[in-house]
């Protein structure tokens, strides 16, 4: 069965009912957590947290507004290069990155692994490859991020085989079988957050677990259904849609078969 290795590569603060409604105003910390998924012989990365890049492409112009609006911390020996080094881990010893979404603190380390297969959805990197200025701003998209050789290495995963996920899944019905990982990995999208959103199940040896990024920011929204501030509707891409997602992880939760992984759990 496959293996997750779960990495914090920085984090961000911000008041945290941003996060979940009623929360109040305390300032929380939201670590940016990046995967590590291991099938058979293959290795892939699931998002890279945040990096100096980061910090290069929002020093100055409109996108300093990110930095300022949420707040960054983070110390360069973090990165998720650095700390796959650290783990013993070579360069050719990883086969790709998967992408959740193209949020600035998901896709902050890509130019560490410009050299890789990247993998993400069609829909999202269509309607995103284009936002630039203000626009992109309010996507959280930071377009220097994205290396130059990103289009010629991408895949898009709707282009996958299609596979039925077990009962034990429901309400999720139907994935897109990573290819390679023998059946372990099958993403899935999770729209609502952001164009494109992505999730992936991955079947370990203690059961199933969904990644499933920024589909929620706390435990408590799909257990509760309780979601964020109305305000954080600002920077979703459908709210509708959200909250649809936000019932399926629900349903997920309460047949008690699966594992609800998110990026962002914070102190709140």
Known sequence: MANITTFEVGYCTHVGCMALK??????????????????????????????TWFE???RSGIFRLYRQVTPVYFDPRESLAAQLREQGYARGDIHGVILSH????????LRDFAELTFICSGEGWQKTRGLRGITA??????????????????????GFASVALPAELAPFEQGFELPGSQGQVI???????????????????????????????????YQTLRGPS????????????????????????RGGKCDIRLCHEGDL
Not at 141 to 154: C, K, Q, R
């Open 137 to 158: 701003l309010r996507q959280a998209f930071i377009p220097g991020l994205i290396p130059e050789s990103f289009e010629d290495s991408v895949q898009f995963f709707e």
């Open 22 to 51: 009623g929360a109040g105003f305390r300032v929380c910390k939201f670590p940016a957590r990046a995967y590590l998924i291991e099938a058979g012989d293959k290795r892939w990365l699931w998002d890279t947290g945040y990096a």
């Open 102 to 109: 193209f949020h600035a603190d998901h896709v902050a380390g």
């Open 187 to 221: 993403l899935v999208p999770l729209p609502g957050h952001a164009v494109g959103h992505t999730g992936a199940f991955v079947q370990t040896d203690d059961g199933w677990v969904l990644l499933a990024s920024d589909a929620a920011w706390s435990p408590v929204s």
């Open 56 to 58: 290069h492409y929002t």
């Open 230 to 253: 109305r305000i954080a509707n600002i920077v979703m891409d459908n709210s509708v849609a959200y909250y649809q997602t936000l019932e399926k992880l629900n349903q997920l939760w």
